[in-house]
């Protein structure tokens, strides 16, 4: 088994730590394991003195074990990640075991000040991401006087390891996960590309954690559920050519109640199945058109828009510009 020991009070030294164990000659951003390791990286983005981006993509050749120590001051640590763990928690650490469970992903939040210990299976396939915020960024937040805040942070930490096989990622939160450990080939891999995908999923946590104020509560989405909605917004976005096929049959799809499906779906995306699709068709036309250089006739037939009136129209709403 590969033990490794750190923390996470400096991103420049975990990062020269992680360089020096597993790529001592490598010269970029992502930090590559030795073939019997695992097949993979490790990248790490200090977004600023007091906000750090951790990705972690590969899959486990060996046995792993990682031993986070404790902080000293109290930063928190929000972990999303596409693999299963089964955690144990203990009055000073938390013991992690890699499982074989399948998620669509997860999300949890930490208290840096309880360490924690992490064993990864060999043919393990770990996906996830880090923002750690240092106390420096939250005190503002978390400071007396705003007790009622500290209050649903903390209910919010507890909650997020209670209710681990509970809280699955919101479809918007999967897909920024999605394009932070797996960015598309043909965009720049720069910092600005991360940093704007890790503040987004950063305002996520902090919108979940006001859900309190409504008294509504982030954990309550149904688990069952979320991988029917990823199923079928997977398929209207591979299906824009086709005519929208009806709530009804999306709701079988998922093997969801007309009402259920409807309500799921508008909670998770804010918008209709109906008003999704044909979003998704106006921003697929923006691309063909603009990045593409497709003519308006064409992009038309490729997506099976017959009227040209009121797909100019819809397009300018859309965009405040007109297709041609």
């Not at 020991?5 to 970029?28: A, W």
């Not at 490790?42 to 899959?59: A, D, G, R």
């Not at 299976?121 to 005190?139: N, P």
């Amino acid at each position: 088994m590969y033990k490794y020991t750190f923390d996470f009070s400096d991103i420049d030294r975990l990062r020269d730590y992680f360089h020096s164990e597993l790529d001592p000659k490598g010269t970029t951003d992502r930090i590559f394991f030795p073939p019997e390791i695992g097949d993979g990286y490790l990248q790490y983005y200090k977004i600023s003195p007091e906000v750090f981006l951790l990705i972690n993509n590969y899959t486990a050749n060996a046995d792993i074990e990682y031993i986070r120590k404790p902080a000293e001051e109290r930063d928190l640590i929000l972990h999303f990640r596409k693999y299963a763990l089964d955690h144990e928690v203990t009055s000073d650490e938390i013991i992690s075991r890699y499982s074989n469970g399948y998620t669509p992903g997860n999300m949890r939040c930490i208290d840096a000040r309880t360490g924690e210990r992490v064993f990864i299976a060999k043919g393990g396939v770990v996906k996830s991401t880090m923002i750690v915020l240092k106390k420096s960024f939250t005190k503002s937040y978390l400071m007396k006087g705003n007790e009622a805040l500290v209050d649903k942070v903390d209910h919010y930490i507890k909650q997020s390891h209670k209710h681990i096989n509970k809280f699955y990622l919101s479809y918007r939160q999967s897909k920024l996960f999605d394009q932070i450990v797996e960015p598309f080939e043909d965009k720049v891999e720069s910092y600005l590309f991360y940093l704007a995908r890790a503040v987004l999923l950063l305002e996520t946590f902090w919108k979940d954690v006001l859900k309190w104020t409504t008294e509504e509560n982030p954990f309550s989405i149904n688990s069952s559920q979320i991988g029917g909605i990823y199923k079928v917004t997977d398929y209207l976005e591979n299906n824009l050519n086709e005519p929208f096929i009806g709530v009804d049959q999306l709701a079988t799809m998922a093997y969801m109640s007309r009402t259920s499906f409807f309500n799921t779906f508008k909670e998770i995306h804010n918008q209709t199945p109906l008003e999704f699709f044909n979003n998704k068709k106006l921003e697929r036309s923006y691309n063909m058109i603009f990045t593409k250089q497709l003519s308006v006739k064409e992009v038309m037939s490729n997506l099976n828009y017959s009227n040209s009136s009121k797909f100019r129209k819809a397009f300018f709403d859309r965009f405040n510009i007109y297709p041609d």
